[in-house]
């Protein structure tokens, strides 16, 4: 089993997920799921925001 957590920007989750299913590896997606990733740094008071997909997979 291996877990891609993979920032969510341009093509890289397709080119990703492209990648994994043209490997030739017999693969179950066992996670397919978006999450925000939220950072605050409270001395300079900097707040960001990032979109990333986590991918499972896990060899059959």
Known sequence: M???CIQDTGEKV???KD???N???DFDILN???L???YEDKESD???ETKYCMY???KK
């Open 2 to 4: 291996i877990c891609f």
């Open 32 to 34: 397919d799921s978006s």
């Open 23 to 25: 490997s030739g590896i």
């Open 19 to 21: 990648t994994i299913a």
């Open 14 to 16: 397709r080119i990703l």
């Open 46 to 48: 900097h707040k960001s």
């Open 36 to 38: 925000i990733y939220k």
């Open 56 to 58: 499972i997979v896990k």
